[in-house]
């Protein structure tokens, strides 16, 4: 007799999704699926709105990440107010943004380390349950978790001093953006008491870092076999390759590092993007067009970055981008588990990077908005923490949302989080008599790999529910599991 | 006293609110002492495993498992509090309210530009996902709710504050600053 294995919610991960594994007689995987279970109808509601109130309105869609989708909604009106595309801004204006955007990413990173991902890797995969999570782990490792929380707290102060809110703030605007940074602001973030302070955030990101390198060393077999499988990579680059996270264009390359896609202006990404829809989600499959829906599909988020991008302009994480690229020899890296090395990269990064501009003083400068002549099509990108975020606009002569059309970057993950899925369901599951658990969760670290911010995928957010349910080959239910 | 049990869900709603309860930062490690957590997206609890005694609940009902969900959580909390604008009058996921749902779904599946290939007109509707509803719910609309946090999301002064009223007993002071909505 198959059977059929949901696994609802899936938790520890931000957004509704449940995961079904189909086996058959003789204890097969025969299909696993990853269903985001959440539509909101964003593209539609939004239409009529004045352009303006996009970057406040979109960014609702996503909590966790509201930064990325008010930077990128903005990014896209710049070009419609005629302010250009990334560059065009003033320097403040500009700066400003940068510094919003490394303390989101900071923050985020942050959250989804020692907030969702370090229980696993602390307590195990089949650790108990019930102290598998942030609290056991406050519990435990005392240490740890107040780093997580005070790092991550310090890229919500930031968020909040130029942003104007935590969450859903309103500080970038068409063209540039609201104030600039105090002095006393700056100085606080500077040279804020212990351990509020950017240099402290520099030491205990590096320490971060090191702290992952030091269990892979432990946990070879885990890290580098789990869910492994090849995959192009896509990202924004900047002009001569460097890593950047603001603003830069396309590139994708092939599992063994071709490139298919270089120098890419985002404001033509049509010409390159298509999304297919499947019935059994709500969250549409993007993939190169020119490749095709069977082949053209590829992963965005830390790992990839870390892949696409030639170096990091910044000096203790390129010395980290060495040894990462080194481990491969230079080749893509596709194991998913170092998705968690690449982020903790990144986030040294956005460290480093938030420290260099606090120092910039164009920050205190007044000049905050550029304006020119109005087009009515505007696209804004920006690499979010969980990868490419797409956000195309376009108005009426009343200036209000004719079109409004979003890939946001759990959608470009949506592929790789099922072949991850698929990948661990066959190794764990083939052929048990008994689904434990510990099996179930090792699906979730699968997808918990990724980060997937399911909410703004679906344009909605929570929960996300596993839920394992067993069916025949005849498709009748068996048993149902949550686990 | 043994400590109150606190459960947490996200429906229709967009995660700011649970991300609110984090911005508590330090307070985090005073708050699991006070509090025990059960069913919550935060931990590996996926089922009520006991009656808890508070519920929070981000965001409105936009579909047949919102509900569920949320009459499950008004089964097994003492006190259900609707946290932020979503879940007290719907928040952004309502201003699909007055469109025809169908509109909705032509324009992500079939009318948007990055679908153009969907020459099959294929629009999701497998068995495995939840049923839409006709529009979006405030959740008092569905379940008894016993107190509202305003804000999008509640500061998160306002859902500690609230939160140690709720165990201790002791009166919540709600000044202007903390339940203006922005
Ligand atoms: S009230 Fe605001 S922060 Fe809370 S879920 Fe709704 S949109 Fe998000």
């Not at chain 1, 991902?117 to 056991?136: C, E, K, Q, T, W």
């Not at chain 1, 040279?191 to 432990?218: R, S, T």
């Amino acid at each position: 007799m198959g059977q059929k294995i949901t696994i609802e919610p899936v938790t520890r991960v931000e957004g509704h999704g449940k995961v079904t594994i189909h086996l058959d007689d003789k204890g097969n995987v025969k299909q696993t699926r990853l269903h985001i279970v959440e539509f909101r109808g964003f593209e539609r509601f939004v239409q009529g709105r004045p352009y303006w109130e996009a970057p406040v309105l979109v960014q609702r869609l996503c909590g966790i990440c509201p930064v990325s989708h008010h930077l990128a909604a903005a990014k896209a009106l710049d070009v419609i107010v005629g302010a250009g595309t990334g560059d065009g801004l003033t320097p403040t204006g500009e700066k400003m943004r940068r510094l919003m955007h490394y303390g989101q990413v900071f923050q985020s990173h942050a959250l989804h380390f020692f907030h969702l991902a370090s229980p696993d890797l602390l307590f195990g995969i089949d650790g108990d349950p019930l102290i598998r999570n942030v609290i056991g782990v406050a519990l435990k490792h005392k240490d740890l978790a107040v780093q997580g929380v005070m790092m991550r707290k310090f890229g919500q102060e930031i968020i909040k001093a130029t942003a104007g809110k935590k969450i859903h703030g309103t500080g970038a605007i068409p063209g540039g953006i609201n104030k600039n940074l105090s002095i006393e602001e700056r100085d606080s973030f500077l040279k804020g008491a212990d351990p509020m302070n950017a240099d402290k955030m520099v030491e205990w990101a590096q320490a971060a870092v090191d702290f992952f390198k030091g269990y892979h060393k432990a946990n070879k077999a885990l890290i580098d076999g789990f869910a492994t499988f090849p995959s192009s990579h896509l990202s924004l680059v900047r002009k001569d390759g460097a890593m950047d996270l603001y603003h830069g264009v396309l590139r994708a390359i092939d599992t063994n590092g071709k490139k298919i896609l270089d120098d890419v202006d985002y404001q033509d990404y049509l010409d390159y993007i298509d999304e297919e829809v499947r019935p059994w989600s709500y969250m549409k499959f993007p993939y190169l067009y020119n490749i095709g829906p069977e082949e053209g599909w590829y992963r965005v988020g830390p790992l990839a970055r870390c892949n696409t991008a030639d170096f990091i302009p910044s000096p203790l994480a390129q010395k980290e981008l060495e040894i990462f690229k080194a481990y491969t020899n230079g080749k893509p890296n596709n194991m998913s588990m170092h998705m968690h090395w690449a982020r903790l990269i990144e986030t040294l990064h956005s460290a480093e990077m938030m420290r260099e501009l606090l120092n910039d003083p164009d920050l205190q400068k007044d000049d905050l908005v550029v304006k020119g002549t109005k087009v009515k099509r505007g696209v804004g990108l920006i690499e979010a923490p969980r990868g490419t975020l797409f956000h195309h606009y376009e108005i009426n002569d009343q200036d209000q949302i004719e079109m409004a059309n979003l890939i946001v970057s759990t959608t470009n993950n949506n592929e790789p989080m099922n072949r991850a899925v698929n990948s661990v369901a066959v190794e764990y599951m083939t052929g048990q008599k008994e689904i434990t658990e510990g099996m179930m969760n090792a699906v979730e670290v699968a997808i918990r790999a990724y980060d997937p911010c399911l909410s703004c995928a679906t344009h909605a957010l929570g929960q996300m529910p596993l839920e394992i349910t067993l069916y025949d080959a005849n498709n009748n239910l068996i048993d149902k599991k949550r686990s | 006293m043994s400590k109150k049990i606190v459960a947490t869900t996200s429906l229709a709603g967009c995660f700011g609110c649970h991300m609110s309860l984090l911005d508590i930062d330090e307070k985090i490690l005073d708050l699991i002492e006070l509090v025990e957590f059960n069913k919550s997206p935060i931990d590996d609890i996926k089922v009520f495993t006991k009656q808890c005694d508070i519920g929070l609940i981000e965001g409105g009902c936009c579909n047949s498992e919102n509900i569920h969900v949320l009459k499950d959580f008004r089964k097994h909390c003492n006190i259900l509090v609707s946290v932020g604008e979503c879940a007290i009058m719907g928040g952004l996921p309502a201003l699909r309210n007055g469109i025809p749902i169908k509109e909705c779904l032509d324009e992500a599946y079939l009318n948007g530009p990055s679908v153009r290939h969907n020459h099959k007109g294929i629009i999701p509707n497998d068995d495995e996902l939840p049923m839409l509803l006709d529009r979006v719910y405030p959740c008092h609309e569905i379940v008894k709710i016993d107190y509202y946090l305003p804000g999008c999301p509640p500061r998160a002064e306002l859902i500690w504050n609230a939160l140690v009223a709720l165990v201790t007993g002791d009166e919540l002071k709600l000044p202007y600053e903390v339940v203006k909505f922005d």
